[in-house]
């Protein structure tokens, strides 16, 4: 017994004169995630998630006496370990570590080298087990071999069932890339070591909603705080934001891991018969040795299981951080691991919109047919029953319809500071048409035609070259531009005549 | 129990027979004492002092746990009175396969086991071939190896002589005397770098910020460097192939005003020197960080920056620039030379916690520079800018005059300033008319200075005359 706890003694210290505390995992944690900044428009892939997060974590961890090794378990699998900063150590952190090193079944031969394993062999007609002892002649590419009391062989050639046995775990490694510190304290002492890190593998953004009334004066404005994880650790109880605003990122290497399978390869082993190998043919050892990928997550539920809820109970919070806007969730949440979370972020009741169809000329042109582009205008006011901050996200626009609500339009909001007009593009409109004739170069005739039983806004901008100059009276001037405001009235036309001069 | 018993007899007393060669406790290193030099590229300078016992005259050294990616034509072995005959590198890998090849023409053992009962017969036979297949001649019969796909262990007598685990060095030298005496092998490695990491806390109401700055080093050069003496250096050495190829130097695109202030700190020519503060263990594949600068208070200003390409016009406003501007003085800075690295800048929340709200790469910075770090784009502070007007002025085209109107909005609570830049201001352009006086900081580009209300807009017009 005593040689037993001798052992015990013998595996726990990696390094000599040094003793390692272990945290397995945090007791308080928060996560702040940040968008993609290069995803534009586009909707986070779930697969693939390129924002990323600072998750802030609180541990309380005895620091013995002396020199010692804090080693943080439980840390997001995408961490950027440069990023890290460790508060709440008083004295003497000496430096922190990051092994990438990984325990595997190519570094445990690799450790091994040139040291004494146990090699273990099976009869596979008796069952009788017969170990001897072996030293490790090589590394882990490219075929291990043995030398044993009989001479040198090599393992797993001979068609016998044979395999290592190591052991203990060699110092300093482990099953995952493990962040540590090594700090000197004069005395033991209980401290509440904060660690805060930046994490790939995260992303949000808003969801809108936005059921058009009747008559399309006002929609009814909902959004979603959609945060995504393919992280393989799960946040429980986290104090969870999300961080609005273009935030500047710049290239970081985080070094690769390196975990080296073991690869099997034995002498030239052709016969003079290539038939199918025999029950024993597994001796060329299957060098796939990591963890099968997990499935993929199942498909996300359908939209309409969002569209059915009319209120969420809990909203974010927002305050301003910076020259960013930072979202909260106002009670802990889990942000788990390859999973999405939805809560609510803004709930407008009442916003007054203006439908406009968009369309935009080459004035020159003289033979033309466009569909026009139905476009969202509203200003972020509170007179217009918005004048709130509106992060970048996705809108689904519904109409009510056939006693259900039907989606009429999708598009996408960009961010949005309070004062601003807000203008989204949501369909493109079949039955708003305009058409572009011209009888020469010189003379052009627009008409615009609308199927609809009320009355429509239409803005039309003739694009020129500069030099070019357009004669219509008609024409307004805007940012620069010749557009041309009308409104075409219910199931009628509308028509502009202009000349161009050069 | 009685397992692990035998296990601590094994290593605590190997029995003679079977360990031909003494057995390394098992972080035991051949390397004496290590004094590593990491420069930013990818490469450092290893000096490596060992106690070898030498016989008198000649004789074959062999170094174990030197860098897996050892540049070993830059090897050098010096000692007290030590000539160098030659030195030797190789990379010929003890494999099963090279130790079958290594047997053509040798005698091997063979066991044969009986699948059915487990019964072992023992052979002796001779390697013929193993091209493809290994074929054996055992007494008067040939046969291949393994054919009937029955076991067979195959023992070879010994690892032959030039087989090695790993590619090694060997020196082959002249020894005056005999005896334990110190030799230094120095050579250059690729696979360590280093770079700055720091951690800037702004406190935007007090206008200051904390800085902490660690040395972040890499080691993917195959081996550990056990208790070694480290010093990083700040620059990176021009290598003879880099030299043909016109090395750029890292950007530093964020400093205003280069420094002129030698920091306190070892130099050694161009390059400043940061040697760890105690010697440290190098593992494979670590990231290893230390502090080396760590500064309370340093003044900080957040300042808001809008370029403008020539003509451009946006459909939607754009947010300006979001910009940290503080010094590296020692003054009112933070007084110390910057090695190349990531700022991260962080802001604490209305609950106290420090937010990331965006980095910077900068450059090698020397001390007393104006630094003004981009960390994003203000989501309230937002400019668009529009091409109002442009005509031509002469028949022939040669001039042009161009309206901007730039509108700057704010719809946070402080009044701001924002540095509007227009760009492409080329040859002899002139500014005909403007709403508030611009200055030129450089030939081909205007700067205005425009304050924004809290919450509020301004407007900025100019008219330019160009020949474009």
């Not at chain 2, 030659?86 to 990379?91: L, V």
């Not at chain 2, 031509?392 to 730039?406: A, E, I, K, N, Q």
Request: aromatic share 6%.
């Amino acid at each position: 017994m005593r040689l037993a706890g001798l052992l015990a003694l013998y595996l726990a210290g990696p390094a000599f004169g040094q003793t390692v505390v272990t945290s397995p995992a945090p007791e308080r944690v928060g996560v702040t995630v940040y968008r993609d900044q290069s995803r534009g428009d586009a909707r986070p892939q779930r697969q693939w998630l390129n924002g990323y997060a600072l998750i802030s974590e609180t541990r309380t961890i005895a620091i013995p006496e002396g020199e010692s090794e804090l080693r943080f378990e439980g840390v997001a699998s995408g961490i950027v370990p440069q990023s890290a900063i460790v508060g709440g150590i008083p004295e003497g952190l000496l430096e922190r570590n990051r092994d990438a090193l990984l325990l595997s079944a190519g570094s445990l031969v690799d450790r091994t080298l040139g040291q004494r394993v146990s090699l273990r062999r099976t009869d596979r007609a008796t069952g009788k087990v017969t170990e001897q002892e072996a030293v490790v002649r090589t590394g882990s590419d490219g075929g291990v071999v043995l030398q044993t009391a009989a001479g040198v062989e090599a393992l797993r050639c001979t068609g016998l069932a044979e395999t290592l046995v190591y052991d203990r775990v060699p110092a300093g490694l482990s099953a995952r890339p493990t962040l540590s510190v090594r700090v000197r304290a004069r005395q033991p002492l209980n401290a509440a070591v904060t660690l805060s890190y930046l994490a790939t593998g995260f992303d949000w953004q808003a969801d809108y909603v936005a059921l058009l009334s009747p008559d399309e004066r006002t929609v009814q404005l909902q959004a979603w705080l959609t945060l995504a994880s393919t992280d393989e650790t799960s946040f429980v109880g986290a104090t969870t934001q999300a961080v609005a605003g273009r935030v500047n990122r710049e290239r970081t290497e985080v070094p690769p891991v390196s975990a080296p399978p073991l690869r099997l390869q034995c002498w030239p082993a052709a016969t003079t018969t290539a038939l199918v190998r025999g029950p024993d043919s597994e001796f060329y050892a299957d060098s796939e040795s990591f963890p099968v990928p997990p499935p993929p997550p199942p498909p996300p539920p359908p939209m309409a299981a969002d569209i059915v809820v009319t209120g969420a109970r809990i909203m974010a919070e927002r305050e301003r951080l910076g020259d960013l806007q930072l979202y909260r969730i106002p009670e802990p949440v889990t942000v788990a691991a390859k999973a999405q979370k939805q809560v609510g972020l803004i709930d407008q009741p009442t916003v007054r919109v203006h439908p406009v169809y968009r369309f935009f000329f080459d004035a020159e042109d003289s033979d033309s047919d466009e569909e026009g582009q139905l476009v969202l205008r509203s200003q972020n006011r509170a007179s217009e029953g918005l004048g709130l901050p509106l992060p970048a996200g996705n809108l689904v626009l519904f109409a009510t319809g056939a006693n259900r609500p039907l989606m009429i339009g999708e598009g996408s909001v960009r961010d949005t500071a309070v004062g601003e007009k807000v203008e989204v593009n949501v369909a493109t409109a079949g039955g708003v048409r305009a058409r572009l004739g011209g009888e020469g170069s010189e003379r052009h005739l627009l008409t615009l035609t609308n199927d609809r039983s009320v009355p429509v806004a239409v803005e039309v901008e003739l694009g020129r070259d500069d030099g070019v100059s357009i004669d219509a009276p008609k024409l307004t001037r805007r940012d620069g531009k010749l557009m041309w405001l009308v409104t075409v009235p219910a199931n009628g036309t509308a028509t502009l005549a202009y000349r161009i001069r050069r | 129990m009685r397992l692990l018993v035998a296990l601590m007899a094994a290593t605590a007393a190997p029995l003679s027979a079977q360990s031909p060669q003494a057995i390394p406790a098992p972080t035991a290193s051949a390397q004496g004492d290590v004094a590593v030099t990491i420069y930013n590229n990818d490469l450092a300078l290893v000096q490596d002092r060992r106690d070898l016992a030498l016989p008198t005259g000649r004789s074959r050294q062999e170094f174990p746990d030197v860098s897996a990616r050892i540049r070993a034509e830059t090897v050098t072995l010096t000692g007290a009175g030590i000539g160098i005959v030659e030195q030797n590198f190789d990379y010929d890998l003890l494999s099963p396969s090279a130790l079958m090849q290594k047997a053509v023409g040798e005698t091997i053992t063979l066991v044969r086991v009986n699948p059915a009962t487990g019964a072992e017969t023992r052979e002796r036979a001779r390697v013929l071939a193993a091209n493809g297949g290994v074929v054996l001649q055992i007494g008067e019969r040939i046969e291949v190896l393994r054919d009937d796909g029955l076991p067979v262990r195959v023992i070879f007598d010994k690892v032959p002589e030039g087989l090695r685990p790993r590619p090694t060095l060997s020196v082959t030298l002249t020894a005056p005397r005999g005896g334990r005496q110190p030799v230094t092998l120095t050579y250059l490695t690729p696979g360590l770098a280093w770079n700055a990491d720091y951690v800037a806390l702004f406190d935007e109401a007090a206008g200051r910020m904390d800085v902490q700055g660690w040395i972040t080093l890499n080691n993917r050069s195959g081996t550990a460097y056990r208790n070694a003496d480290v010093v990083l250096v700040a620059g990176a050495v021009g290598t003879a192939e880099q030299r043909s190829r016109y090395p750029s130097p890292p950007s530093s695109g964020d400093v205003m005003a280069a420094g002129t202030e030698t920091a306190n700190r070892a130099r050694v020519g161009d390059f400043y020197l940061y040697p760890l503060p105690q010697r440290t263990t190098i593992a494979q594949a670590q990231q290893k960080q230390v502090s080396f600068l760590d500064v309370s208070g340093t003044p900080a200003a957040r300042a808001y920056e809008y370029r403008n390409p020539w003509l451009g016009t946006t459909e939607q406003p754009v947010s300006a620039n979001s910009v940290l501007r503080f010094s590296t003085a020692s003054r009112q800075g933070l007084g110390d030379a910057l090695p190349a690295g990531t700022v991260r800048v962080y802001q604490r929340d209305s609950r106290g916690t420090p937010q990331f709200v965006g980095e910077s790469r900068i450059g090698h910075t020397p001390m007393g520079s104006d630094l003004g770090l981009t960390t994003g784009q203000a989501f309230d502070i937002k400019v668009q800018p529009t091409v109002t007007e442009r005509t031509r002025l002469s028949s022939d085209g040669s001039r042009w005059r161009t309206t901007m109107r730039y509108r700057l909005t704010n719809a946070s609570p402080r009044a701001v300033t924002v540095d509007l830049l227009q760009d492409g201001l080329w040859g002899d352009t002139r500014i005909v008319s403007e709403s508030q006086t611009s200055e030129r900081r450089s030939a081909g580009t205007a700067v205005w200075r425009v304050a924004v209300p809290a919450n509020g807009e301004a407007t900025v017009t100019a008219t330019f005359d160009t020949r474009f």
